[in-house]
């Protein structure tokens, strides 16, 4: 078995701040995820990587950067907070061929 | 444009009914959908999944019932129990080398006792 690690577990930022939210995994997986979950909208991709230095943009990019700086993490910047954005910011991975996405607990964006 | 769609958007049943969650899709080369379970203060947790050549998945409680001709499908939780209370995702993917899953937005389901 594995484990997904989400770093902070709860993140207070303010508007225009750069906010950065960090994810482990030792599961050996190649590919991580990003995932945005508001309140009544599901999981919305915002990056993933297939492998160590490769960053694909999913349906949300727009505001954040990533890195996926060696296989077992991947980073999500949120680069200029929104004022009373409140998100879930899930990290997954999977292994490679396979379907299944394993999630961590999530990190919870609140900007005052 | 939304390509996974769930309903009802929020289910309460009494411990022992079945629940019925639904979901419909749009992309004819989706093959392959997972439901997830999540429990609050928690990631989505894999429950159950089915690829589209087959019409029925069984795991123990949860059933997937899949008709692929109306791109709908639906997940039975039989003999409900309270601790099944969770929100539960339908998503979905064409396999290959797409590696992404498409979700829909969730069905809240509460079992009351």
């Known amino acids: 078995g594995g484990i997904i690690t989400q770093t902070p577990k709860f993140l207070i930022g303010q508007e225009g701040q750069k906010l950065t939210l960090k994810c482990q995994q030792n599961?050996?997986?190649?590919?991580m995820y990003w995932y945005r979950q508001d309140s009544g909208k599901g999981l919305r991709l915002i990056y993933y990587?297939?492998?160590?230095?490769?960053?694909q943009k999913g349906d949300l990019s727009e505001g954040y950067d990533a890195s996926r700086e060696k296989k077992s993490s991947f980073s999500l910047t949120v680069t200029s907070a929104q004022k009373n954005e409140m998100a879930v910011f899930l990290c997954?991975?999977?292994?490679?061929?396979?379907?299944?996405?394993?999630f961590g607990p999530g990190t919870r964006l609140l900007v005052l | 444009q939304q390509q996974v769609r769930q309903s009802p958007q929020s289910l309460t049943v009494w411990e022992g009914e079945t629940a019925i969650l639904n979901c419909s899709y749009e992309?004819?080369?989706?093959?392959?959908f997972p439901w997830y379970q999540q429990f609050p203060g928690e990631g989505p947790a894999l429950l159950i999944s089915?690829?589209?050549?087959?019409d029925k998945k069984e795991d123990g409680r949860f059933t997937i019932f899949f008709n692929k001709r109306e791109k709908k499908l639906s997940l039975h939780i039989a003999d409900s129990q309270p601790g099944d209370s969770a929100t539960y995702f339908c998503?979905?993917?064409?396999?290959?080398?797409?590696?992404?899953?498409?979700f829909g937005k969730g069905t809240k389901l509460s079992v009351k006792s």
């Open positions: 997954a991975s999977s292994m490679a061929g396979q379907d299944t996405q394993y």
């Open positions: 599961f050996n997986h190649d590919t």
């Open positions: 990587s297939i492998t160590e230095n490769d960053l």
């Open positions: 992309n004819s080369a989706f093959d392959y």
């Open positions: 089915i690829l589209s050549v087959s």
């Open positions: 998503a979905a993917n064409s396999g290959g080398s797409n590696a992404k899953l498409t």
